[in-house]
């Protein structure tokens, strides 16, 4: 049996951040959170989208002083594997009535063209949310097809395409302790 190697960081082209880096990112949004949200009434709840967060979700939370509650939606946005399109589709979505009482903090582990995040926004927003900021581990400013600033970002990177930390190509490497940059001849595959 073909034993299929895709996945392993012998595909990775340079590391863009060590996990001494995203480390110390995930621990400045953490303190940012609790500070923003020490004297809040209302309870927070993380909500993490589906499947990209999970890993920075998973140590954000464990970082964290104030109490949280989570959750998670998934979404999908059609196109190629590399090329987030415009349109927005929930595949999971939450189904709750205590929106109301919540304070939430949306997880993404990137920022693109903006367009997941800002139709998530208004979504939870008519939904009924207490309120919604934004987080995202990482962030491409230089690719936005439409005006979006997240209130929480760890690091803004070039126009690349990364894997690892929970970010995937095509379903590989989001377990890769770090973020790296894909070799070319991966591509062609
Ligand atoms: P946006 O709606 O264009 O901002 O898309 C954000 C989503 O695109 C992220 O949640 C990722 O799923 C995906 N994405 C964008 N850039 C990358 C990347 O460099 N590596 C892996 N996934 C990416
Ligand atoms: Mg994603």
Redesign the pocket.
């Known amino acids: 049996m073909e034993r299929n190697l895709m996945g392993h960081d012998s595909d990775i082209e340079k590391v863009l951040l060590t996990e001494d880096q995203i480390a110390s990112a995930v621990t400045d949004i953490a303190a940012r959170i609790d500070r923003d949200f020490r004297n809040s009434e209302r309870d927070l709840l993380l909500l993490g ?1 589906l499947k ?2 999970v890993v920075f979700m998973g140590d954000l939370m464990k970082k964290l002083k104030t109490p949280v509650e989570i959750d998670f939606m998934k ?1 999908s ?1 059609y196109g190629s594997s ?1 090329e ?1 399109s415009g349109k ?1 589709n929930i595949l999971l979505d939450l189904h709750r009535s205590d929106l109301s009482d919540k304070n939430i903090i949306i997880v ?12 998530l926004v208004k979504y939870l927003s008519v939904a009924g949310a207490g309120s919604v900021r934004t987080c995202t581990l ?1 962030d ?1 400013p230089s ?3 439409v005006e ?1 600033t997240p209130d929480y970002s760890g690091y803004s ?1 070039p126009d ?4 690892g930390y929970g ?3 095509n379903e590989h490497y989001r377990a890769l302790p770090y973020i790296g940059v894909l070799k070319k001849d991966v591509w062609n595959k």
């Open positions: 989208i990209g967060s979404v946005s590399t987030s927005v993404e582990d990137i920022i693109d063209s903006g367009r997941t995040l800002s139709y990482l491409k690719r936005r097809t979006f990177i690349e395409f990364v894997v970010l995937d190509y």
